[in-house]
Protein backbone atom coordinates (compact mmCIF):
# COMPACT_ATOMS: atom_id res chain seq x y z
CA UNK A 1 0.00 0.00 0.00
CA UNK A 2 1.23 3.34 -0.82
CA UNK A 3 1.92 6.30 1.37
CA UNK A 4 -0.56 9.06 1.16
CA UNK A 5 2.31 12.13 0.09
CA UNK A 6 0.94 15.77 1.45
CA UNK A 7 1.24 19.16 -0.43
CA UNK A 8 3.97 20.46 1.35
CA UNK A 9 5.71 17.60 0.94
CA UNK A 10 5.61 17.23 -2.67
CA UNK A 11 6.18 21.12 -3.31
CA UNK A 12 9.79 20.82 -1.21
CA UNK A 13 11.06 17.78 -2.98
CA UNK A 14 11.98 17.63 -6.66
CA UNK A 15 10.60 20.92 -9.00
CA UNK A 16 8.05 21.34 -7.63
CA UNK A 17 10.40 23.33 -5.01
CA UNK A 18 12.36 25.35 -7.77
CA UNK A 19 9.04 26.50 -9.18
CA UNK A 20 7.09 27.38 -5.66
CA UNK A 21 10.46 29.52 -4.79
CA UNK A 22 10.54 31.65 -8.16
CA UNK A 23 6.90 32.03 -7.86
CA UNK A 24 7.31 33.40 -4.54
CA UNK A 25 10.79 35.55 -5.51
CA UNK A 26 8.65 37.17 -8.35
CA UNK A 27 5.23 37.71 -5.87
CA UNK A 28 8.35 39.90 -3.26
CA UNK A 29 9.73 41.92 -6.42
CA UNK A 30 6.36 43.09 -7.36
CA UNK A 31 5.14 43.82 -4.04
CA UNK A 32 8.16 46.08 -3.87
CA UNK A 33 7.86 47.79 -7.39
CA UNK A 34 4.55 48.59 -6.04
CA UNK A 35 5.27 50.11 -2.88
CA UNK A 36 7.74 51.96 -4.38
CA UNK A 37 5.95 53.70 -6.90
CA UNK A 38 3.07 54.92 -4.20
CA UNK A 39 6.20 56.42 -2.35
CA UNK A 40 7.43 57.95 -5.80
CA UNK A 41 3.54 59.53 -6.18
CA UNK A 42 3.25 60.56 -2.46
CA UNK A 43 6.10 62.52 -3.05
CA UNK A 44 4.98 64.16 -6.48
CA UNK A 45 2.36 65.71 -4.38
CA UNK A 46 3.90 67.14 -1.30
CA UNK A 47 7.81 68.25 -3.02
CA UNK A 48 8.35 70.82 -6.10
CA UNK A 49 8.08 69.40 -9.18
CA UNK A 50 11.76 70.18 -9.72
CA UNK A 51 12.87 67.73 -6.96
CA UNK A 52 10.60 65.37 -7.83
CA UNK A 53 12.29 65.36 -11.32
CA UNK A 54 15.89 65.69 -9.63
CA UNK A 55 14.99 61.90 -8.08
CA UNK A 56 13.91 60.56 -11.36
CA UNK A 57 16.82 61.93 -12.83
CA UNK A 58 19.14 60.48 -10.42
CA UNK A 59 17.41 57.06 -10.45
CA UNK A 60 17.67 56.58 -13.79
CA UNK A 61 20.82 59.25 -15.17
CA UNK A 62 18.20 60.51 -17.68
CA UNK A 63 16.78 64.09 -17.26
CA UNK A 64 12.72 64.22 -16.77
CA UNK A 65 10.90 65.46 -20.10
CA UNK A 66 8.77 67.66 -17.48
CA UNK A 67 11.89 70.04 -16.71
CA UNK A 68 12.72 72.00 -19.67
CA UNK A 69 16.11 73.37 -21.00
CA UNK A 70 14.46 76.85 -20.36
CA UNK A 71 13.63 75.97 -16.71
CA UNK A 72 17.08 74.68 -15.82
CA UNK A 73 18.84 77.95 -17.64
CA UNK A 74 16.41 79.94 -15.22
CA UNK A 75 17.09 78.44 -12.09
CA UNK A 76 20.75 78.39 -12.95
CA UNK A 77 21.24 82.31 -13.63
CA UNK A 78 18.76 82.96 -10.68
CA UNK A 79 21.21 81.78 -8.24
CA UNK A 80 24.23 82.84 -9.92
CA UNK A 81 22.77 86.39 -9.86
CA UNK A 82 24.52 89.05 -7.11
CA UNK A 83 22.73 90.48 -4.64
CA UNK A 84 21.97 94.35 -5.49
CA UNK A 85 22.92 96.54 -2.73
CA UNK A 86 21.33 99.99 -2.56
CA UNK A 87 23.32 103.19 -1.05
CA UNK A 88 23.21 106.61 -0.54
CA UNK A 89 26.53 107.26 -2.23
CA UNK A 90 27.06 108.87 -4.97
CA UNK A 91 28.80 107.96 -7.65
CA UNK A 92 32.41 108.03 -8.50
CA UNK A 93 33.52 109.12 -11.82
CA UNK A 94 37.35 108.43 -12.22
CA UNK A 95 39.37 110.46 -14.81
CA UNK A 96 42.89 110.48 -16.26
CA UNK A 97 44.73 112.78 -18.08
CA UNK A 98 47.79 111.73 -19.83
CA UNK A 99 51.16 113.82 -18.78
CA UNK A 100 51.92 116.35 -21.70
CA UNK A 101 55.73 116.17 -22.80
CA UNK A 102 57.41 119.78 -22.11
CA UNK A 103 57.49 121.70 -25.18
CA UNK A 104 59.12 124.98 -26.20
CA UNK A 105 59.15 127.42 -29.44
CA UNK A 106 62.67 127.28 -31.36
CA UNK A 107 64.40 130.21 -30.77
CA UNK A 108 65.56 131.79 -34.00
CA UNK A 109 69.05 132.91 -33.09
CA UNK A 110 70.90 131.66 -30.31
CA UNK A 111 72.88 134.29 -27.86
CA UNK A 112 76.29 134.19 -26.15
CA UNK A 113 76.14 131.83 -22.36
CA UNK A 114 77.94 134.44 -20.38
CA UNK A 115 79.67 137.85 -21.06
CA UNK A 116 83.04 137.06 -21.29
CA UNK A 117 85.29 136.96 -24.35
CA UNK A 118 86.09 134.03 -26.09
CA UNK A 119 89.95 132.68 -25.75
CA UNK A 120 89.52 129.55 -27.83
CA UNK A 121 87.39 129.35 -30.78
CA UNK A 122 86.04 126.55 -32.92
CA UNK A 123 88.56 124.67 -35.03
CA UNK A 124 88.74 122.02 -37.44
CA UNK A 125 92.31 122.30 -38.49
CA UNK A 126 94.24 120.98 -35.13
CA UNK A 127 95.38 123.61 -32.94
CA UNK A 128 97.99 123.30 -29.60
CA UNK A 129 96.82 122.36 -26.91
CA UNK A 130 98.41 123.62 -24.10
CA UNK A 131 97.21 120.98 -21.12
CA UNK A 132 97.72 118.16 -23.38
CA UNK A 133 101.14 119.11 -24.88
CA UNK A 134 99.68 118.05 -28.58
CA UNK A 135 98.13 119.31 -31.45
CA UNK A 136 94.46 118.88 -31.71
CA UNK A 137 91.21 120.26 -33.25
CA UNK A 138 88.83 121.86 -30.98
CA UNK A 139 85.41 120.67 -31.21
CA UNK A 140 83.71 123.83 -29.38
CA UNK A 141 83.90 127.46 -28.15
CA UNK A 142 85.64 128.44 -24.50
CA UNK A 143 84.27 131.40 -23.04
CA UNK A 144 86.21 133.06 -20.13
CA UNK A 145 84.45 133.11 -16.72
CA UNK A 146 84.87 133.19 -13.04
CA UNK A 147 84.52 130.04 -11.17
CA UNK A 148 80.79 129.93 -9.83
CA UNK A 149 79.67 132.94 -12.43
CA UNK A 150 75.95 132.26 -13.89
CA UNK A 151 75.56 130.44 -17.10
CA UNK A 152 72.95 131.38 -19.53
CA UNK A 153 70.49 129.12 -21.88
CA UNK A 154 71.55 130.14 -25.59
CA UNK A 155 68.33 129.33 -26.83
CA UNK A 156 64.78 127.58 -25.72
CA UNK A 157 65.46 124.02 -24.93
CA UNK A 158 65.07 121.14 -22.80
CA UNK A 159 67.66 119.55 -20.45
CA UNK A 160 68.13 116.06 -21.71
CA UNK A 161 71.44 115.26 -20.27
CA UNK A 162 73.00 115.68 -16.90
CA UNK A 163 76.50 113.90 -17.03
CA UNK A 164 79.69 114.28 -14.71
CA UNK A 165 83.00 113.38 -16.34
CA UNK A 166 86.53 113.35 -15.12
CA UNK A 167 88.13 114.98 -17.87
CA UNK A 168 85.16 117.85 -18.72
CA UNK A 169 83.71 117.67 -15.45
CA UNK A 170 79.74 118.86 -14.85
CA UNK A 171 78.52 118.14 -18.38
CA UNK A 172 74.80 119.34 -19.74
CA UNK A 173 73.02 119.08 -22.99
CA UNK A 174 69.61 121.23 -23.83
CA UNK A 175 67.54 119.73 -27.14
CA UNK A 176 67.18 123.36 -28.60
CA UNK A 177 65.10 121.25 -31.74
CA UNK A 178 67.63 121.44 -34.88
CA UNK A 179 70.34 121.54 -32.55
CA UNK A 180 71.61 120.19 -29.53
CA UNK A 181 73.60 122.51 -27.04
CA UNK A 182 76.32 120.90 -24.78
CA UNK A 183 78.06 122.71 -21.91
CA UNK A 184 80.94 121.83 -20.06
CA UNK A 185 82.65 122.59 -17.06
CA UNK A 186 79.62 123.69 -14.78
CA UNK A 187 79.67 123.95 -11.17
CA UNK A 188 78.29 119.99 -9.94
CA UNK A 189 74.58 120.48 -8.57
CA UNK A 190 74.66 123.90 -9.72
CA UNK A 191 72.55 123.13 -12.92
CA UNK A 192 68.94 123.14 -14.09
CA UNK A 193 67.15 119.47 -13.43
CA UNK A 194 66.81 117.09 -15.94
CA UNK A 195 63.86 117.38 -18.42
CA UNK A 196 62.64 120.89 -17.44
CA UNK A 197 62.35 123.57 -19.93
CA UNK A 198 64.54 126.80 -19.96
CA UNK A 199 63.92 129.67 -22.08
CA UNK A 200 66.86 131.85 -23.68
CA UNK A 201 68.42 133.63 -20.92
CA UNK A 202 67.81 131.49 -17.95
CA UNK A 203 70.36 130.24 -15.91
CA UNK A 204 71.06 126.73 -15.87
CA UNK A 205 74.14 126.60 -13.95
CA UNK A 206 77.50 128.01 -12.74
CA UNK A 207 81.07 127.93 -13.82
CA UNK A 208 83.36 125.50 -12.30
CA UNK A 209 86.36 123.67 -13.83
CA UNK A 210 87.88 121.88 -16.82
CA UNK A 211 90.73 119.43 -15.98
CA UNK A 212 91.52 118.02 -19.79
CA UNK A 213 91.85 122.18 -20.44
CA UNK A 214 93.32 123.45 -17.18
CA UNK A 215 96.31 125.10 -18.80
CA UNK A 216 93.67 127.38 -19.56
CA UNK A 217 92.63 130.24 -17.54
CA UNK A 218 88.70 129.58 -16.23
CA UNK A 219 86.46 129.12 -18.70
CA UNK A 220 83.38 126.98 -19.87
CA UNK A 221 83.20 125.00 -22.94
CA UNK A 222 80.65 124.97 -25.12
CA UNK A 223 79.55 122.78 -28.27
CA UNK A 224 76.91 122.68 -30.19
CA UNK A 225 75.75 119.45 -32.72
CA UNK A 226 73.67 119.17 -35.84
CA UNK A 227 72.60 115.71 -36.53
CA UNK A 228 75.89 114.59 -34.67
CA UNK A 229 78.28 116.22 -35.78
CA UNK A 230 80.08 119.72 -34.20
CA UNK A 231 79.40 123.09 -35.44
CA UNK A 232 80.67 126.23 -35.21
CA UNK A 233 78.43 127.92 -33.02
CA UNK A 234 79.54 131.90 -33.81
CA UNK A 235 77.34 130.32 -37.63
CA UNK A 236 74.49 130.22 -35.76
CA UNK A 237 74.82 133.02 -32.43
CA UNK A 238 73.79 136.35 -32.74
Known amino acids: MKKKVSFFERISS ?10 CIC ?3 AAIAVIYNSSLSMLEGVLPQETTAQVRKNETGVKDPRVTEKETTEKITEKKKPTERTT ?5 VVTTTEKEEPTFEESKSFIPPVSGEIIKGFSVSPIFDETMGDWRSHGGTDYAISENEEVKAVANGKISKVISDPSWGYIIEMDCGEFTVRYCGLLQGSTAKLDSVVSQGDVIGKAGKIPCE ?7 HLEVLKDGDRVDFSSISS
Do not use: M
Not at 14 to 23: E, H, M, Q
Open 14 to 23: GKGFYITASV
Open 214 to 220: SAQENHV
Open 27 to 29: IIF
Open 88 to 92: NEPSR
